[in-house]
């Protein structure tokens, strides 16, 4: 098993795509041990035979309908409107733009695209350093998968059956946390060097104006609202919620902002049949690689070894975090917590949704560190510069990033507050 461990991230460093990694891996341990290779297929089928994980195609959907319809310039420009005035300006208004935008797409991919591609020109263009601006675009992307809905909150719902509502939930704190952070940051950037990071264009405060924006921007923000509202009260499950926000978006697309044309249809289908198709192919292949980790018991071997070091409930969790980070360094978010899960969720001697959020935020950690780092290099290619560039600007928001990460693994009530309230 752990030859075949080793093929798999060799395939990972030479550019093998990590569906394909996995599901060679598997091919090959199914091979050597004289098993039949139709498992290979079965698995794989019935690792997107799931009912809990069509809410994945279905909130993607909706998320791109959402962009398409011009909800993410309604958004920004609410946002520009409430906080564009403090020093830091634009800074503020991506963070907080992503807060809002993170209830509304569930992906910090789809959040650093489409708020990248607005606002990190438009912070050029006001004075700000270029590469600043991407590093704030891909920081604050990261809140677009705690802040419910959250597609990786899915997955991890769909393994361990722990309740998705409260997932959602346990996550609002946690975004907010990283949100704050960063805003501060952004406040203490601005008022040591302006020059290059407050930016010489600046809204003053106008509260109709912040008014006007708010109503304008209100049939989005709205969205999260009934998804969380409706799963919660047991109106419908996570699924039939993604259904339902995709239907909501084209009411809102059609009727209400009228910017949702034919062309605009057709590009939004093939953009989430082409994203969803590569998560869902991802999902399916890692449910084989992780039946071959369970035919050799390799979750109970981790499980050993890490209780061989150190019994201490929190030791225990310092470790799996390091191990998860090491992980996520060199996989995508969704492939590392489809493998991941299965092997920590049992050895964790804490409460499920706790230990549900310190994997999302561990996994988000791995995507803006390099050298995978997948949301650093959409990132790179939305905003034209150099991957190395960005690194300078990004290590202070990492570093915040795991002080959140830190602040949930350690202080429970911070992400369960809200859950045990609803219980």
């Given at each position: ?296 018991k390799f979750p109970e071997q981790v499980s050993a070894l890490l209780t061989g070091i150190s019994t201490n409930p929190n030791v225990l969790m310092l470790l799996m975090i390091i191990a998860m980070c090491i992980i996520g360094m060199f996989m995508d978010t969704t492939s590392a917590a489809i493998i991941m899960v299965p092997i920590f969720y049992p050895i964790a001697a804490i409460d499920g949704i706790h230990f549900g959020m310190v994997m999302v ?63």
């Amino acid at each position: 098993m752990w030859m075949i461990i080793g093929i798999f991230f060799l395939m990972l460093l030479i550019g093998v795509p990590v569906a394909f990694g996995v599901g060679i891996s598997s091919m090959l341990y199914l091979a050597l041990n004289g098993k039949d290779l139709v498992i290979l297929t079965q698995r794989i089928f019935a690792g997107g035979d799931s009912f809990t994980l069509m809410a994945i195609p279905l909130f993607i959907f909706a998320g791109e309908i959402m962009n398409a319809c011009g909800v993410t310039k309604r958004i920004v420009g609410f946002a520009n409107e409430l906080v564009g005035f403090i020093p830091g300006g634009l800074a503020h208004v991506n963070i907080l733009a992503s807060m809002l935008f993170a209830g509304v797409s569930g992906s910090t991919s789809a959040d650093v695209a489409s708020i990248g591609g607005m606002l990190i020109g438009s912070m050029d263009e006001a004075g700000f350093d270029r590469d600043y601006a991407t590093a704030v675009t891909a920081a604050s992307a990261t809140i677009g998968s705690i802040i419910p809905p959250s597609i990786l909150m899915v997955l991890y719902s769909s393994i361990t059956g722990i309740s998705v509502g409260k997932l959602f939930m346990a996550g609002v704190i946690p975004g907010i946390l990283v949100g704050v952070s960063q805003m501060i940051y952004a406040f203490i950037k601005a008022k040591k060097n302006p020059a290059k990071y407050d930016g010489d264009v600046k809204v003053k405060f106008d509260f109709k104006r912040m008014v006007k924006s708010f109503i304008n921007a209100l049939p989005a923000l709205v969205m999260p609202l009934i998804i969380i509202g409706g799963i919660l009260s047991g109106v419908f499950t996570a699924t039939e919620a993604g259904a339902i926000a995709g239907a909501y978006g084209l009411i809102i697309g059609i009727f209400v902002y009228k910017e949702f044309t034919f062309e605009g249809a057709i590009k939004t289908v093939l953009s989430a049949a082409r994203t969803s198709g590569m998560t869902m192919l991802i999902v399916a292949s890692t449910t084989a690689f992780g039946y071959c980790l369970a035919i050799e018991k390799f979750p109970e071997q981790v499980s050993a070894l890490l209780t061989g070091i150190s019994t201490n409930p929190n030791v225990l969790m310092l470790l799996m975090i390091i191990a998860m980070c090491i992980i996520g360094m060199f996989m995508d978010t969704t492939s590392a917590a489809i493998i991941m899960v299965p092997i920590f969720y049992p050895i964790a001697a804490i409460d499920g949704i706790h230990f549900g959020m310190v994997m999302v935020l561990t996994f988000i950690l791995g995507g803006i560190t390099p050298p995978v780092g997948v949301t650093l290099y959409i990132a790179t290619a939305v905003a034209k510069i150099k991957f190395t560039n960005l690194l300078k600007e990004m290590w202070p928001f990492i570093l915040l990033f795991i002080a959140v990460m830190f602040a949930v693994a350690y202080c429970p009530a911070i992400c369960l507050t809200i859950p045990n309230m609803l219980a």
